[in-house]
């Protein structure tokens, strides 16, 4: 039977979020409807908001449930996920946040479009897309089992109104609705969890935390030391390349503060993470047979592996009293919401940004592009809705997409924004295949994908591969693209390769029409044509920003250098930056840049 004091309390928390959906979808300017004002927020967001937004990238449904759960299943010592989380958000402020937000971005996808042409670009796409798409998925699916468990709520209605819910204010207001919302969602989580703590901590069938009895730390058998390792620096670096991430980074107001907010969300992170570390301890210590619960349990009266995942609802449900367990009932749909909006507007930026208009609509009007995103927001939030209603491994979809994102997107982004002179797209793409190769071989259990080469330590009893192929795959993907980038130079400029083969005209066969800066537009704007695309120059033109914004407005690597304009028989500047380069020469056919 549903409960209807439960119903009603989700009922006003989702009325709330709405509300402040909508409020902060009204300070938009009325009638600015351009890619910074939806995407980005105008490059507006304040520090009080930022950070707390930029915290909200990581401390979502998953976040809180998942960490409850692997301190009951695993110890603490085995819960990666908010120090590893932590410590992207730092590595993230100290190599990434700084140059992405000078050179006046609009999406992560950017800088990889710009270096390899608009269709690798495209290419690049799909594993952010996959990993936007299936996390939001999966929160959602989360929250409509979180939501059956406490007030008996149909799955189903659950994750659709929810869905519905997010998708409408993300819709009205774009990262102005996401923002502010997220303020609210974090002060919700947080009081939330912390008011049922004590509650749950005091129950009469949880044993003392410092008990012998209480093994909630855990311990890493040495077989695991590369595996735990390998999982380690997957959640850091393969946190990094998300759109999630870098939507805050590009909306901060200035490069010295979206570093700022990446180190102060860290912290959050860590601090945000105290209460389901607790809720899991306490779940670990609880004589389960004792209480009210009536499911499945093991022979030592524990919860079977099915039911885990639903720790924390658990805990609230039969630790606490009603009254309180609607309090963390509205934390854990906070949670679940702060992640939802926040992937569906991400993935909705990247394609109509980088997808529909760099490659098949290159004169596309700020209007038609904003439609686009609109539209895509609605297709985003279905295909979630729908992958969280009927896929039941979605978990096993989205860490897939997660070990993808590791091994092809870092590997690409760090040599764009680091090394941009020592990669091209022959680099990109053999990077790419040898990245999902390297991974697919490896297999997937949780997708019953069957590994191809059992690598050294594989476990024949568990079918865990403990070798830490995750990490090879990215190191020799990092490798293929800076030794085959090398190469490709090395053979053209050599004359091994005539330059009718460089196919796509990033070396030595580089046409007339590709500048790195065309004449300024009657609109007053600079135009890019990298890779064959013309696109808008990154950010707003510096006579519509205050002085105290201008620094990262701009992008400088699109302005004019004088030096070029000395000498009217200079050839365009290679795309590759090879200073040694013999002048460029036009295809023979159709350019195809990729």
């Known amino acids: 039977m549903i409960n209807i004091a439960g119903v009603i309390s989700i009922i006003l928390f989702y009325v709330l979020i709405l509300a402040v959906g909508i409020w902060a979808g009204r300070k938009k300017p009325a009638g600015n409807d351009s890619e910074e004002e939806v995407m980005l927020a105008g490059r507006s967001i304040g520090l009080f908001v930022g950070i707390f937004t930029m915290t909200a990238t990581w401390v979502g449904g998953g976040y809180i449930n998942g960490t409850a759960e692997a301190i009951y299943t695993s110890g603490l010592v085995w819960c990666q996920a908010p120090f590893g989380y932590a410590l992207s958000l730092v590595f993230g402020g100290i190599f990434f946040a700084n140059p992405m937000r000078k050179q006046g971005y609009v999406t992560m996808l950017d800088p990889l479009q710009d270096s390899f042409g608009s269709r690798m670009g495209g290419l690049l796409f799909l594993p952010a897309l996959c990993g936007e798409v299936f996390w939001a998925a999966g929160i959602l699916a989360a929250l409509g089992a979180t939501l059956a468990v406490i007030i008996d709520m149909d799955h189903r209605t659950s994750v659709i109104f929810s869905a519905c819910v997010a998708v409408f204010y993300t819709l009205f207001g774009g990262l102005y609705s996401v923002a502010y919302t997220d303020v609210i969602q974090l002060f919700c989580i947080f009081i939330g969890l912390w008011m049922c703590i004590p509650f749950a901590w005091a129950n009469d069938h949880v044993k003392p935390l410092s008990s012998m009895e209480v093994d909630w730390i855990g311990t890493v058998d040495s077989d695991y030391y590369w595996f735990y390792i390998d999982y380690g620096l997957l959640l850091i670096f393969g946190g990094i390349p998300w759109q999630v991430y870098f ?157 993808l994102v590791y091994v092809i997107l870092f590997p690409q982004l760090l040599m764009v924004v680091h090394f941009k002179k020592h990669c091209n797209t022959y680099g990109s793409l053999a990077a790419y295949i040898v990245a999902l190769l390297v991974r697919l071989s490896g297999g997937e259990k949780m997708l019953g994908l069957p590994p191809l080469i059992h690598y050294p330590g594989w476990d024949e009893a568990t079918e865990v591969q403990l070798f830490p192929f995750r ?6 993907s990092l490798f293929t693209l800076a030794f085959i980038s090398w190469l490709s130079v090395y053979l053209f400029n050599s004359g091994y390769l005539s330059p009718e083969s460089d196919y796509f005209n990033c070396v030595v066969n580089i046409p007339e029409d590709i500048r790195r800066v065309d004449e300024p537009s009657e609109a007053g704007e600079q135009m890019s044509v990298l890779g064959g695309v013309p696109g808008r ?3 707003a033109a510096s006579t519509l920003v205050g002085p105290d914004e201008k620094s990262g407005r701009i992008n400088p690597a699109l302005e004019t250098d004088d030096d070029d304009l000395d000498d009217p028989n200079d050839g365009p500047t290679p795309l590759f930056g090879n200073s040694h380069a013999p002048p460029p020469v036009q295809p023979f056919g159709k350019q195809t840049a990729f």
């Open 471 to 476: 990490t090879l795959a990215m190191v020799l």
């Open 247 to 403: 939507q805050r980074v590009l909306s901060s107001k200035t490069a010295g503060r979206a570093q700022i907010l990446s180190y102060v969300a860290a912290v959050g992170c860590i601090f945000m993470a105290i209460p389901p570390v607790l809720i899991g301890a306490i779940a670990k210590g609880t004589a389960w047979n004792e209480t009210n619960y009536r499911g499945p349990l093991t022979p030592d009266g524990e919860l079977t592996s099915d039911q885990t995942s639903m720790i924390l609802p658990l805990v609230l449900q039969h630790l606490t009293p009603d009254f309180v367990s609607f309090f963390g009932l509205g934390a854990v749909s906070a949670a679940v919401m702060s992640s939802a909006d926040s992937s569906v507007l991400s993935a909705s930026s990247m394609f109509a940004r980088n997808v529909y208009k760099l490659i098949f609509r290159q004169n596309a009007s700020e209007m038609e592009i904003i439609w686009v995103m609109r539209v895509s927001i609605l297709v985003v939030g279905v295909l979630s809705t729908i992958m969280a209603l009927t896929i039941p491994s979605i978990y096993g979809l989205w860490s897939m997409c997660s070990d």
């Open 537 to 539: 120059l990154y950010g």
